[in-house]
């Protein structure tokens, strides 16, 4: 390994350290406040070094034949240690108003520095192999964060038991999904003999091969579509989604599924797999139902944090979209950085979102907290929270001037750039079933109320205001991060 | 290394590892004892893990082999959470029925 | 200087941001020093720019911010800097700041008096970036501003349901306008792929040459100028608009707002020329609001109607004057009415808050021993509205039809002109003696602020002598070539106002009882309700849409949209019995999503 | 050696229908073990012997003593058994069972007509050590990390504290 091939990897190794320096800091002396800045420093230094690796991630840098260090990684790697940032800092705010449940949160940061390196990892993944660890690390670290409240002083049953649920639910059928996926790449191998993506390309007339590939592909697509939270493998992200701590909850929506999304993207490009006309269909059927399901169920859905979860499913629906353009080559390449785009407004949007949420509740019983109906008449008691409530909503919806509405534009272009009228029909069904339930919560919000329910405003309200912020700038003055989107 | 004919032909190799697959896939959707589950999906696991060693035999490289020890570790890894998730449930509950953990639903 | 040319729109965009976010916490006098001294700031930076601008003599454009750059689109911001732009900027801080100082006085103690000064900040923002703007969107964007807060504070005091309306009525009539001007946008977008006026103009003057976009888009701005400056046929919202606060009227439904469409009209003077036939459209609709106007003006009972007739029939003469071509003309003319008409109106609102809120003139009379001071801002004001000798209106009149009369001869246009230019006369001579003879019919309260009399005063100076501030348009705008103009018609322009005054006084002494039976005319009550502009529309738009939804209230359409909402929530339901919360039957669903998914794949 | 190979697959197949027919933990557990042995046997015959001793080693060995471990620790006793014999029974079973029969016959359509190019040769475990820290070095550290995020999480999450709220942790 060259000193060139080390630099490239700084990023990786700074968080590597931060995962290994928390956790020797956790085993002899447990100080909250430490911890929390060696992990958020930690991360800083990795950002900071991942800037001073723009030459090389120009260049493009092969580390090994598992890695891949370039423009594209450097985008979402610094995308993800931005939300791996912010869901600390949440984190920190949200169990600090928590004492009841006794939870020592030392942990919980070197759990979420692995849950990053696994992102990162994906996110420069050119190979099966770096591929499943980055994905395996990622889950194994998000397991034990999702059920994170079980550990520590037994609290009453009431109050552990949604985390148990939902770290229980998730580990199992994720466990059942990476079967999948680890059948699938065993075939794939079985049929090219290697697991760099870039080799594992198959002819686009399969018949001449079996249907061996076929199956293999099939059947890796069933484990990531798993993990995006994909209909008809969406149902465990509802009820994980509602169990787990929110600062959590949030990971799993951005972090998780932004990084599969990534590796996703570069196998396909990599392995020409688009080209197979059953896969497009496949991931056609894929997004149409996840659209259509994912807004369906959040239609009269009563628990914020389960409708965003729906949300999100349909969101993922929109991206796939962008998955299949970037398949065609007239379109593959704004396709790319429309994906960016989308995926860097789905995360802000939703890091908002729950940010707002976790700072809304902790007021009482854990899991009444995110009824809908505690919301009521937010804009009339907190005016500045209620702005910034609808505003994050807006933006989930896609209208103007939030960062939403540039995200779905892109989508649109890079969908009809691509021909892909039917799905973008689709796309404007789910946003108009979308809009529905967006709005119906901005109505909640403004409903005048004369009962005070027991909501009360909590200490993460400056991060909801400063992502709330970000939202609408970027939604009015996108340009700066449009000069950074990445290629292939 | 010299060249050798496998043992036996693929497809029967590939069948046993689909049948072991669906054997498992089964337990995990009948049992509703969770220790049950968890043994059902190392029986899931080791049949992709036959097809990795299989397929490392058949073109001779060692990426299988390296396949196998990588869902050797998440094997434990997954064990190890899911068992100290178990003991969690078993301390609350009593009892390790699954659908007994329906509390969130909608 | 030109950096600081930003800075010009940004405090009062500033200011208005923090007195609408917290302006309610702040007291009233730091609310005023803001309000009025963000306008102060940017009057002193304007009047430093023009001085420089005088002195120097070149168009400036600032940098450019780009701001959007995708699939052949490419929008930048920046600001633009010219004779025309000095001349708005001008009017606008220079007005706006006297008003603004009147403002202080007069809305003092009113309960929204910080979200006033937030609304009317923000609405000084808007404009100065819409006559600062090089480019469409810019300009569209302070075009849209002002007219958000034209509706907000013609709905200011929201609690009275009239005031509401009135505010809905001017958003309505005037989103008609905006529409076309998005539409000409639109096309430009289209035609030339950039929004940047000064490029706008110049390829469409290579490449329009002879085709019929010039044509149509001529046609939409036109539009969207007419909807802004309440000419016919969308004049109607202007009368209603006066529900506002006072210094509102005066400051954005006369001196400033409501002469956009001539700015813009000016501004994209290079288009209208390849338009021929538009031109001539334009001086036709000025002549016709201008002498329609004139005459409702003549026989209203509301103090501020008739000064709101009398801003519609003004602006009439600006838009005949850039029809006619006399562009320069039309924005002295924008200049100095800017001037009397403010005047006009804060004068009027001293009278009617030393009557305690009565506006109809019915009740007002003999005020002149007991107001002295607002009879003589009257005097001057009427003055220079009838343009008469030696006040400013009467040289920018002048100019008007002098040069009209140049470019275009004896055309009906100009004699409606000409006509208007008595009936002008007429109305504001009835108004001043309504006014201030008679008898007295309501005893004011003398109120008599120095905040209240420094603007009135400074106004005064201005409508008499404004007319001698120099406009830098020489670059702007082509120079006429001189034309021969007969004494005769000389003669006509210079009578005309007399002629009005003459029969005013006239009947005014002699002709007590045919003034009675006039006013109870049909004729009269027509003109007094605006020409029944307001009765055809809503015989002809509201009473049949309103018809239409009555008669759709169980229609066929909603059916199918009733489906679709009815589906998706079976579908809802549907698939949330699915989700029951039991492990393994989620993992069925994974199980039958593999089958579905090797069944897709082996098709 | 084909035969003895087809012998372990029935084995390691009938074994597996008792794990998950299974009424006893304890038994289940053997039976996956026995699973296990067979494979290992069968890794052995496809020329992976080093894939065959970790089966044995790391699977059998260390991860179902894990498992071992922890039913003991439970120990459910005889009630447990008869709860699963009623659990078993019933209409519970045929959904799911014929959903995996489809499921393995659509496997089985797609994946017989395997057609690859094979060069079978045995892969010692000097081919694999030599993989495993060459290029594959990022892997094996990779690994480290994924233990030792189960050691962190599975500790935190078996830790008892015996603060009660309002006390400093």
């Known amino acids: ?488 | 290394m010299e060249s050798q004919g496998l043992l036996i032909p693929i497809e029967h190799g590939l069948l046993f590892a689909a049948a072991l697959f669906c054997i498992g896939l089964a337990g995990v959707l009948t049992r509703r004892n969770l220790l049950f589950m968890l043994m059902s999906l190392e029986l899931m696991l080791n049949a992709a893990a036959f097809v990795f060693v299989l397929a490392g035999a058949v073109h001779g490289n060692a990426d299988g082999q390296v396949m196998f020890i990588l869902i050797l570790t998440l094997a434990a890894a997954e064990v190890a959470l899911a068992l100290a998730l178990v003991v969690q449930l078993y301390r609350r509950r009593r009892s390790l029925d699954i659908d007994s953990l329906d509390g969130m639903r909608g | 200087m030109t950096a600081w040319l930003g800075w010009i729109p940004a405090l009062p965009l500033f200011s208005s941001l923090v007195l609408l976010l917290v302006g309610g916490r702040l007291g009233q006098r730091l609310v005023t020093l803001l309000g009025v001294g963000s306008v102060l700031g940017s009057a002193l930076l304007s009047g430093l720019l023009i001085a420089d601008f005088l002195a120097e003599g070149a168009a400036v454009t600032t940098r450019q911010l780009p701001w959007l750059s995708s699939m052949g689109l490419e929008v930048a911001f920046g600001l633009y800097f010219d004779g025309l732009s000095a001349v708005m900027l001008g009017v606008i801080t220079g007005v706006g700041l006297l008003i603004h100082l009147y403002s202080a006085a007069y809305m003092a103690g009113d309960e929204g008096y910080a979200r006033f000064f937030g609304y009317l900040n923000l609405f000084v923002g808007a404009m100065l970036l819409l006559v600062l703007a090089d480019d469409f969107l810019l300009l569209y964007l302070g075009w849209e501003g002002v007219g958000l807060c034209s509706f907000l504070l013609i709905g200011f005091w929201y609690r009275e349901p009239a005031n509401g309306y009135a505010a809905r009525k001017a958003f309505v009539v005037t989103r008609v306008g905006d529409i076309a001007l998005a539409v000409a946008l639109l096309i430009m977008i289209q035609q030339f792929g950039t929004l940047h006026i000064q490029t706008v103009i110049e390829r469409a003057q290579l490449q329009w040459l002879g085709s019929d976009w010039s044509f149509w888009v001529a046609l939409l701005l036109l539009g969207g100028a007419v909807g802004k400056s309440a000419q016919l046929p969308l004049q109607t919202w202007l009368p209603d608009a006066m529900a506002g606060p006072t210094p509102v009227s005066a400051l954005i439904h006369a001196a400033t707002m409501v002469t956009a469409g001539v700015y813009l009209i000016a501004r994209t003077q290079g288009i209208f020329l390849l338009a021929p036939r538009i031109m001539e459209l334009v001086a036709l609709v000025g002549a016709l609001t201008l002498f329609l106007a004139a005459c409702s003006a003549l026989v209203q009972h509301d103090l501020k109607r008739v000064l709101a007739y009398s801003t519609i029939s003004q602006i009439g003469y600006m838009f005949f004057a850039l029809g006619a071509g006399a562009f320069s003309a039309a924005i002295f003319h924008l200049m100095t009415h800017a001037f009397f008409k403010a005047l006009l109106f804060l004068a009027a609102g001293q009278v009617i808050l030393s009557l305690h809120h009565e506006q109809d003139l019915r009740r007002m009379g003999g005020l002149l021993r007991r107001l002295p001071f607002s009879a003589l801002c009257f005097a001057i004001g009427c003055a220079a509205l009838a343009a008469l000798p030696l006040t400013s209106g009467f040289y920018s009149k002048d100019a008007i039809l002098l040069q009209a009369y140049g470019l275009h001869g004896g055309s009906l246009a100009w004699w409606l002109a000409l006509a208007g230019a008595a009936v002008t006369a007429l109305y504001s001579l009835r108004l001043f003696l309504k006014l201030f003879f008679g008898e007295a019919v309501t005893e004011p309260s003398p109120d008599m602020r120095p905040t209240l009399v420094v603007p009135l005063a400074l106004l005064c100076l201005l409508a008499l002598f404004g007319a001698l501030i120099p406009q830098p348009l020489g670059a702007v705008f082509a120079p006429l070539a001189a034309t021969e103009v007969p004494a005769a018609v000389h003669g006509a322009i210079l009578i005309m106002p007399w002629l009005g005054l003459v029969t005013g006084v006239l009947l005014w002494r002699y002709g007590r009882g045919f003034r009675q039976r006039w006013s109870d005319s049909a004729l009269a009550r027509s003109w007094r309700a605006g020409w029944g502009f307001d009765a055809l529309y809503d015989g002809l738009l509201v009473q049949p849409l309103l018809l239409l939804a009555r008669l759709n209230r169980k229609d066929l359409a909603d059916r199918p949209v009733q489906f679709v909402a009815w589906l998706s929530a079976r579908g809802h339901a549907w698939l949330s019995v699915t989700q029951n919360g039991r492990l393994r039957r989620y993992a069925a669903g994974i199980a039958l999503g593999a089958v579905l998914v090797l069944t897709v794949v082996t098709l | 050696m084909p035969f003895l190979f087809y012998l372990c697959a029935l084995i390691a197949l009938l074994a597996a229908w008792q794990v998950i027919r299974g009424v006893n933990a304890m038994h289940a557990l053997l039976y996956l073990i026995v699973v296990l042995l067979a494979i290992a046997l069968m890794f052995f015959m496809l020329g992976a012997p080093f894939a065959a001793a970790l089966e044995v080693i790391i699977y059998a060995g260390a991860i179902m003593v894990l498992m071992v471990f922890v039913i003991m620790m439970l120990n459910q006793g005889d009630s447990a058994v008869g709860q699963e014999r009623a659990w078993r029974a019933g209409r519970i079973w045929r959904g799911p069972a014929l959903l995996c029969a489809v499921l393995l016959a659509q496997l089985g359509y797609l994946l017989l007509p395997a057609v690859v190019s094979a060069d079978a040769a045995a892969v010692d475990a000097v081919a694999v050590g030599r993989a495993l820290y060459g290029p594959y070095l990022l892997l094996v550290e990779l690994a480290s990390m994924l233990l030792l995020a189960a050691l962190v999480g599975a500790w935190h999450l078996t830790r008892v504290l015996k603060h009660r709220p309002g006390e400093e942790v």
């Open chain 1, 1 to 488: 390994m060259t000193l060139l091939e080390l630099r490239a990897l700084l990023p990786l190794l700074l968080v590597a350290l931060t995962i290994l320096a928390a956790m020797l800091l956790a085993a002899f002396c447990r100080h909250r406040r430490l911890l929390f800045w060696v992990y958020q420093l930690g991360l800083l230094a990795a950002l900071l070094s991942l800037g001073g690796n723009l030459g090389i991630q120009a260049q493009g840098l092969e580390v090994t034949p598992l890695l891949r260090v370039d423009a594209f990684f450097g985008f979402f790697a610094a995308l993800f240690i931005l939300v791996a940032m912010l869901v600390g800092l949440m984190a920190a705010q949200y169990f600090g108003r928590r004492e009841h449940l006794a939870v020592p949160l030392e942990e919980s940061y070197v759990l979420l520095a692995l849950c990053l390196l696994g992102a990162l990892v994906l996110a420069a993944a050119q190979h099966l192999a770096a591929l499943f660890i980055g994905l395996e690390l990622m889950s194994v670290a998000s397991f034990a964060l999702v059920a994170y409240p079980c550990g520590g002083a037994p609290a009453s049953d009431r109050l552990q038991l949604p985390s148990l649920e939902a770290g229980l639910k998730y580990l199992l059928l994720s466990s059942v999904a990476s079967a999948f996926l680890l059948f699938g790449m065993a075939c794939l191998y079985l049929q090219t003999g290697t697991l760099a993506f870039a080799r594992l390309s198959l002819p686009p007339d399969s018949t001449a091969s079996g249907l061996l590939p076929l199956a293999g592909l099939a059947m890796l697509l069933i484990g990531v579509a798993f993990k995006l939270a994909l209909a008809p493998f969406h149902m465990w992200s509802p009820d994980v989604y509602q169990g787990a701590p929110t600062p959590f909850t949030a990971l799993i929506a951005t972090l998780s599924k932004g990084a599969l999304v990534v590796v996703l993207l570069r196998y396909l490009l990599l392995s020409q797999a688009l080209q197979i006309e059953q896969i497009a269909t496949l991931l056609m059927a894929l997004a149409t139902l996840s659209i259509l399901v994912g807004n369906l169920l959040a239609l009269r859905q009563d628990d914020m944090k389960r409708l965003l979860a729906y949300s999100s499913i349909a969101h993922l629906g929109y991206l796939l979209v962008v998955v299949l353009a970037a398949g065609q080559t007239v379109s593959s390449e704004f396709a790319l950085q429309a994906g960016a785009f989308y995926l860097l407004a789905y995360s802000l949007t939703t890091l908002a979102a729950f940010a707002m949420i976790s700072a809304l509740s902790g007021g009482g019983d854990e899991n009444r907290d995110y009824r809908l109906h505690c919301y009521r008449g937010l804009c009339w008691r907190a005016p500045c929270l209620g702005g910034c409530f609808m505003l994050i909503l807006l933006s989930l919806a896609g209208i103007p001037l939030t960062v939403g509405f540039i995200g779905k534009f892109y989508i649109f272009a890079a969908g009809a750039q691509a021909g892909l009228w039917w799905l973008l029909g689709v796309v404007v069904l789910g946003s108009a079933l979308g809009l529905y339930y967006y709005l119906r919560i901005i109505l909640i919000l403004l409903q005048q109320d004369d009962e005070v329910s027991d909501l009360v405003f909590h200490n993460g309200r400056w991060l909801v205001y400063g992502l709330t912020l970000l939202l609408l700038l970027l939604g009015i003055y996108p340009l700066p991060v449009m000069q950074w989107l990445p290629l292939l």
